[in-house]
Each structure stands twice: as structure tokens, then as C-alpha cells.
């Protein structure tokens, strides 16, 4: 009798070893009693395509993707999703049976998990959201959060050309201010999202005065290094709502994990402590 094939899914970037999907997805496998196994894999774009159509032949089901490759991927894939076409990115492979290359993104899907999970009170429709940053993490959120009935979202990027760009292909609730008046749009929006890179460890710090914050706002940051950025510190100190951003790596990690071996696994405490070991 033929041994079935131990199932094999990894993380494609350039660098990768900071990742944390791959302590995610190990403890998932071990709490499921699953023998699979998940790995980190540095790639270079030359090689991208390369490697990607020969991992299903090494018993690869899927994988997920980083940067620099979020974007790439789509012309390698046979077939993507509507929301992956709609963010012009995808972080999920999945290897099918019949040989065609899937490629989805969760990343939308997580970060409103990750805010549904944290602070079950959060309201969508409540008023509008202000965005910071006009980057690939930028277009899930926006996808995720007009999706999810948010009236208008008003976004502020360094190099405004970016937002603009955005805002012609989102649509008219996008609402685009300049960054010298970031600051200004904090006071009338219902959500906060920082998915700009400011504020991480070894980043500069994110510099958006935040006196326009009200009690009881939504203050989320996509940075989760720091786990408690400044933006989140200076937020709960004003009363506001505050969920950090592990909790979106870990979500949009769940659909994927379910595609590729077979069990929807749960964001719990112990999840959270396996990623930040």
C-alpha cells in the first residue's frame, strides 16, 4: 500500500526569515495532529516562476506569498479571485488537483476578522474611516472595508499621487487629503488605520499629530512590531478603541490553512503566543 504524500505548504519572499506564518501554521499543524509541514523559502524574482511550478511536484498544496512577490504572482497563476484581481495582489497559492495555480487574497478578509475578533462593538457603517498609507496593504483594507458598508474612507499617502491613483480606481467614497493635513481627518472618522510602515522597529515613527482623535474611535496599526505601536499607546490613552495588528496576520492566515489541509483552524491565545515566540 502507497503511503499517502505529507502534505507541504511554505512562505515565498525576499528576506524571509523574519516571517512568523511559519510558527503560525506549525502549531496549527501539531494542535490538528496534522504530518505537514510548513517552511520559509527565500525566492528571488528571477527564479519566482521557476520555483512556483515545481512545488506542486514536490508535494507542495499551497503557499503563501510576500513581498516583493504579492503582485508578480498574478501572471503566474492560472486562475485568481475576484478580490485578488480587485486588490492587484495575492498572498495565497493553492496547488488544485487538476494542476491550475490558485491565487487568492485573504489579507482584506483578515484584517476585518482581526477587528470583529478584538472589539466586537465595531461598527462599519458608523461613519468614515481615515486610511494612512497608499501601498499594497492599503488597497486590501480599502477592498475590505467598502466592502463591509463603510460610508466613505478618506486616505492620506507621503507621495499623494498614490492615493489619487487609488481613489480612480476605488471610486467616490475614497476621499483623498494631503499628508501635511493627515492630522485633520482623524477628527471625523469612526475608524483609524495605519497600514503604512512608520512606527515599525527599525522604521521611522509615524508623525500624524493625533489630537484629532475622538473617545471611542477604532484605532488599528497593520505594524505588529512593536506589538503596542505609538500610534496605539497614544490612541488608548485618548479613550479610543484600540486592536493591534498580529490578529490580521493571523486571520488571513485561517482560509488558507482550511484550503490546504482540510481544517478551519481558531485565532486563539495560544495562536497569538505561538506567533509572537
Not at 247 to 254: D, E, I, K, S
Request: aromatic share 4%; proline share 6%.
Amino acid at each position: 500500500m502507497m503511503e499517502q504524500r505529507i502534505p507541504l505548504a511554505g512562505v515565498i519572499g525576499t528576506p524571509i526569515a523574519h516571517s512568523k506564518s511559519p510558527q503560525i501554521h506549525t502549531h496549527w499543524l501539531k494542535t490538528h495532529g496534522i504530518k505537514g509541514h510548513y517552511i520559509p523559502m527565500e525566492v528571488s524574482a528571477d527564479d519566482l516562476e521557476t520555483v512556483i511550478r515545481s512545488l506542486p511536484k514536490a508535494g507542495f498544496v499551497g503557499a503563501n506569498v510576500t513581498i516583493p512577490h504579492k503582485e508578480k504572482v498574478l501572471e503566474i497563476a492560472d486562475l485568481v479571485t475576484d478580490r485578488a484581481t480587485l486588490i492587484g495582489a495575492a498572498n495565497t497559492l493553492i496547488f488544485r488537483k487538476d494542476g491550475k495555480i490558485h491565487a487568492d487574497n485573504t489579507d482584506g478578509v483578515g484584517f476585518i476578522r482581526n477587528l470583529q475578533q478584538n472589539a466586537p462593538q465595531w461598527n462599519p457603517k458608523a461613519g468614515p474611516a481615515a486610511l494612512l498609507g497608499a501601498g499594497g496593504a492599503a488597497r486590501a483594507v480599502i477592498s475590505a472595508l467598502l466592502e463591509t458598508g463603510v460610508p466613505e474612507i478618506m486616505i492620506s499617502n507621503r507621495t499623494r499621487v498614490r492615493a489619487d491613483a487609488l481613489k480612480t480606481e476605488f471610486g467616490k467614497r475614497l476621499v483623498v487629503i494631503d499628508w501635511v493635513q493627515a492630522g485633520n481627518m482623524l477628527e471625523d472618522a469612526a475608524t483609524v488605520v495605519n497600514t503604512t510602515s512608520l512606527g515599525m522597529i527599525g522604521k521611522p515613527p509615524l508623525r500624524v499629530p493625533l489630537d484629532g482623535l475622538r473617545k471611542g474611535t477604532l484605532v488599528t496599526d497593520l505594524v505588529y512590531a512593536p506589538l503596542k505601536t505609538k500610534l496605539l499607546a497614544e490612541a488608548e490613552e485618548m479613550g479610543c478603541t484600540t486592536v493591534d495588528g498580529l490578529g490580521m496576520l493571523l486571520h488571513q492566515a485561517v482560509p488558507a490553512f482550511e484550503r490546504w489541509f482540510g481544517i478551519r483552524p481558531e485565532v486563539d491565545s495560544a495562536t497569538r503566543a505561538a506567533a509572537l515566540r
